[in-house]
């Protein structure tokens, strides 16, 4: 019997999609939506070997799914027999500890969490209202990214804040990207034809949004996103770890909460410090000579480098060091500048395979190196496709 799921990835400034059914394991159709809210945007749709692109733009979410839903009426297959739809939905707090059927308390739940998630939750919650006027008669469901990280020991999630505060308000290290994560962790396992319950891997979850977690026997033991996606590495438009004094400071000089909440979540990262939220954009600027533009870069691989290196400590060793994600998995350049400053720790780059595109996992690494590198192209879509039907089956 057929289960054929819709599933939408609604990331802080894009759309993933995909229609497939997880016992067959092949897509019928995947799509992107790319640079929603910037000026000009695309979306790209794949069906039967052939590919439809537009360029336009997005001012939002909801006009993104508008234009997905009007991909597959024009160039198939069609949605309306689908037996679900699967939503990635970032944060759910304490409140939700598991992939669960959304109703309208659902919804207002996540409104509630918002806060907690400013980039993520927003956008995420308009995909599931417009996906659900579009598709009434179907569950929909969320799964959160949450969920892989509840293993995290207390040593790696409790802030050394008021025992009373982290209690009362549930403040503490919850993780993002998990479902990336995992799906990640488990492949690179079977690439390399090892037991994932032996293995010691730090996977790099690189995009507009970005984490890095560390693995241990398939279990994550530390991640670098906290309370909120903002906390730990550089990301397009999120400034990751900074003092948290900063926000005090900050006010002092007249700013308001909010202001200071819309700098570090909008208007920091990549895009603050050189005006640029899109890599391949920091790229062009930096081989034109953009000094700015070479200093966001370099912040930002110093910022992975601590992570990598801290995590290294936390597991007692690594075996396999994995990058995953759109910038993770296409950014030959960023992979080079991380690998190479870790000749001291004995890994070595194959210059040739860095350079190699493919949908396909692969080794960059040489045959010599002291640690695994590998490329994992992320598949959080089948992952969450395979929870969803886990989800409507209860």
């Given at each position: 019997m057929?289960?054929?799921?819709?599933?939408?990835?609604c990331?802080?400034?894009s759309?993933?999609?995909?229609?497939?059914?997880?016992?067959v394991?092949?897509?019928e159709?995947?799509?992107?939506?790319e640079?929603?809210?910037?000026?000009?945007?695309?979306?790209?749709?794949?069906?039967?070997?052939?590919e439809?692109?537009?360029?336009?733009?997005f001012a939002?979410?909801?006009?993104?799914?508008a234009?997905v839903?009007?991909?597959f009426?024009?160039?198939?297959?069609?949605?309306?027999d689908?037996?679900?739809?699967?939503?990635?939905t970032v944060?759910?707090?304490?409140?939700?500890?598991e992939s669960?059927k959304?109703?309208?308390?659902?919804?207002?739940k996540?409104?509630?969490l918002?806060?907690?998630?400013?980039?993520?939750?927003?956008?995420?919650?308009a995909?599931?209202?417009?996906?659900m006027?579009i598709l009434?008669?179907?569950?929909?469901?969320?799964?959160?990214?949450t969920?892989?990280f509840?293993?995290l020991?207390a040593?790696?999630?409790?802030?050394?804040?008021?025992?009373?505060?982290?209690?009362?308000?549930?403040v503490?290290?919850?993780?993002?990207?998990?479902?990336s994560?995992?799906?990640?962790?488990?492949?690179?396992?079977?690439?390399?034809?090892r037991?994932?319950?032996e293995?010691k891997?730090i996977?790099?979850?690189l995009?507009?949004?970005?984490?890095?977690?560390?693995?241990?026997?398939?279990?994550?033991?530390?991640?670098?996103?906290?309370?909120?996606?903002l906390?730990?590495?550089?990301?397009?438009?999120?400034?990751?770890?900074?003092?948290p004094?900063?926000?005090?400071?900050l006010?002092?000089?007249?700013?308001?909460?909010?202001?200071?909440d819309t700098?570090?979540?909008?208007?920091?990262g990549?895009?603050?410090?050189?005006?640029?939220s899109?890599?391949?954009d920091?790229?062009?600027?930096?081989?034109a000579?953009d000094?700015?533009?070479?200093?966001a870069?370099?912040?930002?691989?110093?910022?992975?480098?601590?992570?990598?290196?801290?995590?290294?400590?936390?597991?007692?060793?690594?075996?396999?060091?994995?990058?995953?994600?759109?910038v993770?998995?296409?950014?030959?350049?960023?992979?080079?500048?991380?690998?190479?400053?870790?000749a001291?720790?004995?890994?070595?780059l194959?210059?040739?395979?860095n350079?190699?595109?493919?949908?396909?996992?692969?080794?960059?690494?040489?045959?010599?190196?002291?640690?695994?590198?590998?490329?994992?192209?992320?598949?959080?879509?089948?992952?969450m496709?395979?929870?969803t039907?886990t989800?409507?089956?209860?």
């Open positions: 057929s289960q054929r799921i819709l599933l939408l990835n990331g802080s400034s759309i993933k999609y995909q229609l497939l059914d997880p016992q394991g092949v897509p159709a995947v799509g992107l939506v640079r929603v809210g910037l000026e000009v945007g695309t979306i790209t749709h794949e069906v039967g070997g052939e439809f692109q537009e360029a336009r733009r939002d979410h909801t006009e993104g799914v234009a839903v009007k991909m009426e024009e160039h198939g297959p069609t949605i309306h689908v037996v679900a739809v699967g939503h990635r944060h759910g707090g304490s409140t939700f500890v669960v959304i109703d309208d308390q659902v919804i207002a996540l409104v509630e918002s806060d907690l998630a400013p980039l993520h939750n927003p956008p995420g919650i995909g599931i209202s417009a996906a006027q009434p008669d179907v569950p929909h469901v969320a799964v959160f990214d969920a892989f509840s293993t020991p040593e790696a999630y409790t802030y050394a804040i008021n025992y009373d505060t982290t209690h009362d308000l549930g503490r290290k919850y993780g993002f990207h998990g479902t994560h995992s799906y990640v962790s488990k492949k690179a396992a079977e690439f390399l034809g037991p994932l319950g293995l891997t996977v790099c979850h995009g507009n949004g970005a984490s890095i977690s560390a693995v241990d026997g398939g279990v994550a033991v530390d991640t670098s996103m906290g309370l909120t996606p906390q730990g590495l550089v990301m397009g438009t999120r400034s990751g770890d900074v003092d004094g900063l926000h005090k400071y006010m002092r000089t007249g700013m308001s909460i909010d202001a200071v700098l570090l979540n909008k208007k920091s990549m895009q603050g410090m050189c005006g640029y899109d890599m391949r920091v790229k062009s600027a930096i081989d000579g000094e700015k533009a070479k200093l870069l370099d912040v930002y691989v110093h910022r992975l480098l601590s992570y990598i290196g801290s995590y290294i400590a936390v597991l007692g060793g690594v075996d396999a060091l994995v990058f995953t994600a759109g993770g998995e296409n950014a030959d350049h960023i992979r080079k500048m991380v690998v190479d400053r870790l001291f720790y004995g890994l070595t194959d210059e040739e395979a350079k190699v595109r493919s949908k396909e996992p692969r080794r960059i690494s040489t045959e010599d190196s002291k640690v695994q590198v590998l490329v994992v192209p992320t598949n959080e879509e089948l992952a496709a395979q929870e039907v989800v409507i089956g209860r």
